[in-house]
T-cell receptor, first 113, second 111 residues
Framework: SQTIHQWPATLVQPVGSPLSLECTVE??????LYWYRQAAGRGLQLLFY??????ISSEVPQNLSASRPQDRQFILSSKKLLLSDSGFYLC????????????FGPGTRLLVL | EDQVTQSPEALRLQEGESSSLNCSYT??????LFWYRQDPGKGPEFLFT???AGEEKEKERLKATLTKKESFLHITAPKPEDSATYLC????????????FGGGTRLMVKP
């Protein structure tokens, strides 16, 4: 069966510091991968998605970036965090080839102070 | 632009009191409508996918239905463990694999 991991689970960072969140998927190959952000009490906002290694599409212009160095690894980064970057970051995967359901990881709670 | 609106934002029920959650959507050609359950501090857990009007799916005390403009998540005789936020999302035919989410309904079931 497939499993999706995210780490760290919780992160407290000062404004202006860098960020690296990691997501890995087990038990599948060539998945589509997604990064979402969920602000308190709000729905999910798609940030980035990837259909393959090195292929990243951005949905929201901001100071975040994403990379996919390996087939089942997806990384969310920032060079300088803003207060507004605080939130709950979720990674998701879906099978390729027109299988649409997305499955979510446990999430990373980020607090920028 | 695809839009999803969920109502109510919050719902308090007594244990055993059945009710329905609403998901209204506007999309240029629906490929699929998805329901997820999210517990506090956790990632959403997939519940159902509905593809066409008239389709229904059930899982334990939950039943999801779909029309051309909205979906309902019916909860029959809920238990306290059904307390969670329920999220609805749509996928348009021309949107690749991307989902548009509603704001969710926070359900609280009291014993």
């Amino acid at each position: 069966s497939q499993t999706i991991h995210q780490w760290p689970a919780t992160l407290v960072q000062p404004v202006g510091s860098p960020l690296s969140l990691e997501c890995t998927v087990e038990g599948t190959s060539n998945p589509n991968l997604y990064w979402y952000r969920q602000a308190a009490g709000r729905g999910l906002q798609l940030l980035f998605y990837s259909v393959g290694i090195g292929q990243i599409s951005s949905e929201v212009p901001q100071n975040l970036s994403a990379s996919r160095p390996q087939d089942r690894q997806f990384i969310l980064s920032s060079k300088k965090l803003l207060l507004s970057d605080s939130g709950f970051y979720l990674c998701a995967w879906s099978p390729g080839q027109r299988r649409e359901t997305q499955y979510f990881g446990p999430g990373t709670r980020l607090l920028v102070l | 632009e695809d839009q999803v609106t969920q109502s109510p934002e919050a719902l308090r029920l007594q244990e055993g009191e059945s009710s329905s959650l609403n998901c209204s959507y506007t999309v240029s050609g629906l490929r699929g409508l998805f329901w997820y359950r999210q517990d506090p501090g956790k990632g959403p857990e997939f519940l159902f996918t509905l593809y066409s009007a008239g389709e229904e799916k059930e899982k334990e005390r939950l039943k999801a239905t779909l029309t051309k403009k909205e979906s309902f998540l019916h909860i029959t005789a809920p238990k306290p463990e059904d307390s969670a936020t329920y999220l609805c999302a749509v996928q348009a035919r021309n949107a690749g694999n991307m989902l548009t989410f509603g704001g969710g309904t926070r359900l609280m079931v009291k014993p």
